[in-house]
């Protein structure tokens, strides 16, 4: 299958911190994700995301691949992608934002949160994209007031041509898109909600991004444009379903509960590998075809939550149970050479026959019974403990080999703490401890598709919050995270070649400076090691691939004080050298990213609108990106978005 695996700390905002990607909800033509983010750490808000994190990158690691995401803060094993018709945005939560959140994980937590439901009177939003480069498309969102409030029924659709990979360069790298959602929410009484949701999306004509492998410490040689092959499009959808309900079962005891099911299937898909390239780009070319690849999910969690006071002391008991079961089909792939090329020559070579072999079936199931117990004390202290015991079990059948057995019975723990030593200054610290999934092989790869087994990590965490005013927050923390390194050996193949150890600061100020001016600005920095007996025979250098030692972000957003119908924002976005290579002879230089955008509100109809422009790396930063672990990818370039939000 061909998943991101690894991310790497650029990678997470390599698109400059604007989700380009098929996303709009109902009634927002005048949300900016800046004016609501309580950090710099990460959000995401209708088509653009800001913060130095994303749903792909946390800390150098990604917490979807590791299995940590929740809608509306339940447990939910993600394979397919979910659009805007049916997710409001999403929040990162690391550090401060982590205390008191039920079962944290130690790559931090991507939260989604299921579209809103108004008031009860109908409502539709459309907003109409271009850019950036081929990009375009057109989205309807509505909510349907079946019942009034009692039952509501957020929809939508979208149709448009979009980047295929968020790591995709800037001309040509396209794919047809359809997606398709709806959200209904039953409000029974004032005590039970009923919530479900339907995500459609289908990729088609998706063209392939080549993969360029150095043979010497050296970066290949600049291209302009696109250097793709015409045949190879690739195609694919996902579907996710879900049903959650909320009830008040007592006065004291609630009830949240969720079950969802994600599928992720490739009828074809591709790999497109420059390799051994030499300094003037002159490599081996080998393709890569696919058969059908898939996998899916049911998964689901059950909690119980009771609430009690004592005096000025709020006691939370949690009862937990979560689970999920995955099925995989994969591998099977042909690789075939088919000569050399010269990188930026745009060599289009004909179709191979590729020959396809069996497929590896990838089960896992993992089930989880927890309980934690918080403490909070109004405006002083909020203190929580939980265990978990987890149980796993991963069974693979590949063709020609025995049937591999893989289990794994783990306690794990966790305790955080925040404490107000005086009311703008809070401490707060964290330990947990997890079970997370290591994700899937490159294309580059002898073992290429290949899901690699859980592993168990631990995450500690330390910091304080100052509040400078009452709409502008600082958050100071250092961190340090353990998890096994899974890259290519010496032979090629994709295993655990030692343990990483990430310790870092991270810093972000972020809020409102005056009625006019609202800022971001996070600092990263820190070194992801590697860790092991005899790394040096495996060609494994002391640090982690694709992991600069500092990342800096800054967000402004400016509101003209005569004309507050218009604003202007721009982004500093700049990560230090990563290694690129595994030996680490090889480094990508140091970048600087700069970008300006602008909003202009107004009105269609007698209804609120919003025009977006979007002026991407203007400074004309032409580089290589670190997309996989290792390989290089082209940099999107200089490139214009813009689009309209009208609410109806």
């Not at 794919?175 to 949701?197: H, M, V």
């Not at 063209?207 to 360029?212: A, D, E, K, Y």
């Not at 598709?449 to 592993?455: E, F, V």
């Amino acid at each position: 299958m061909q998943r991101v695996r690894k991310s790497s700390w650029p990678a997470g905002a390599a698109v400059l911190c604007l989700a380009v990607a098929p996303f709009a909800h109902a009634q927002h033509a005048s949300d900016d994700p800046l004016a609501i983010a309580d950090d710099a750490f990460g959000l995401t808000l209708g088509l653009e995301s800001i913060g130095l994190y994303g749903p792909g990158g946390v800390r150098g690691f990604n917490p979807q691949v590791a299995g940590n995401v929740r809608i509306n803060g339940l447990y939910f094993d993600q394979q397919g992608g979910l659009s805007g018709r049916v997710i409001e945005g999403s929040t990162i939560r690391i550090g401060v934002s982590e205390v008191g959140y039920p079962f944290p994980a130690p790559t931090g937590i991507v939260d989604y949160d299921l579209r809103h439901v108004g008031d009860g009177t109908a409502t539709a939003t459309v907003v109409a994209s271009l850019g950036p480069f081929q990009n375009r498309g057109l989205s309807l969102d509505g909510d349907i007031p079946v019942l009034g409030r009692n039952l509501q029924l957020p929809i939508g659709a979208s149709s448009q041509i979009v980047t295929n990979s968020p790591y995709a360069g800037d001309k040509g790298y396209t794919a047809k898109y359809l997606d398709f959602g709806a959200s209904p929410q039953w409000t029974a009484n004032d005590r039970i909600t009923l919530r479900a949701f339907i995500d459609w999306q289908q990729y088609t004509s998706a063209r392939t991004m080549p993969l360029v492998f150095p043979a010497g410490a050296f970066i290949p040689p600049t291209v302009d444009g696109y250097i793709g092959q015409n045949w190879a499009l690739g195609a694919s959808w996902s579907e996710n379903y879900g049903a959650l309900i909320t009830a008040q079962l007592t006065p004291h005891w609630y009830l949240s509960a969720g079950v969802f099911r994600s599928i992720f299937d490739q009828p074809e898909s591709y790999s497109d590998l420059y390799l051994n390239s030499n300094p003037v780009g002159l490599a081996d070319h080998r393709v890569v075809g696919y058969p059908e690849q898939s996998i899916a999910s049911t998964s689901g969690e059950v909690r119980l939550t009771g609430h009690y006071l004592t005096g000025p002391l709020r006691h939370e008991l949690i009862l937990d149970a979560r689970g999920r079961d995955t099925l995989a089909t994969y591998g099977g792939s042909d690789a075939v050479d088919v000569g050399p090329a010269l990188v930026a020559a745009d060599a289009q070579v004909r179709r191979p026959a590729f020959i396809y072999g069996a497929r590896t079936n990838d089960r896992a199931q993992l089930w989880s019974m927890g309980t934690a117990y918080r403490l909070q004390w109004q405006g002083r202290a909020d203190l929580a403990v939980g265990v978990q015991r987890e149980s796993y079990d991963k069974i693979v059948v590949t063709p020609g080999l025995p049937i591999a057995h893989l289990e794994d019975r783990p306690l794990r723990a966790y305790a955080t703490a925040a404490v107000t030593l005086a009311k703008p200054v809070t401490l707060y610290g964290s330990y947990t401890q997890g079970l997370e999934e290591s994700g899937t092989a490159p294309g580059n790869a002898e073992n290429r598709g290949m899901i690699l087994p859980a592993a168990r990590t631990q995450q500690q965490d330390a910091g304080f919050r100052f509040e400078l005013t009452p709409k502008l927050k600082l958050i100071t923390g250092a961190f340090e995270i353990e998890k096994p390194y899974f890259n290519l050996d010496t032979r090629n193949t994709d295993r655990q070649l030692g343990t990483q150890r990430a310790r870092g600061v991270e810093v972000s100020l972020s809020g409102e400076v005056s009625e006019q001016l609202k800022l971001s600005f996070g600092v990263l920095a820190g070194k992801v090691a590697i860790i092991g007996s005899d790394l040096g025979a495996e060609g494994v250098g002391p640090v982690a691939v694709g992991q600069p030692r500092t990342t800096y972000l800054f967000n402004a957003d400016y509101h003209l004080k005569g004309w507050p119908a218009l604003s202007f924002d721009g982004i500093y976005y700049r990560f230090g050298a990563a290694p690129a290579s595994v030996d680490n002879t090889l480094y990508n230089p140091e970048q600087t990213i700069l970008s300006l955008g602008s909003r202009y509100r107004f009105k269609v109809l007698g209804h609120p609108a919003t025009l977006r422009l979007f002026w991407q790396n203007f400074n004309k930063e032409d580089f290589w990106n670190l997309g996989l672990s290792p390989g290089f990818l082209q940099f999107p370039g200089q490139s214009i978005l813009g689009y309209v939000t009208a609410d109806f």
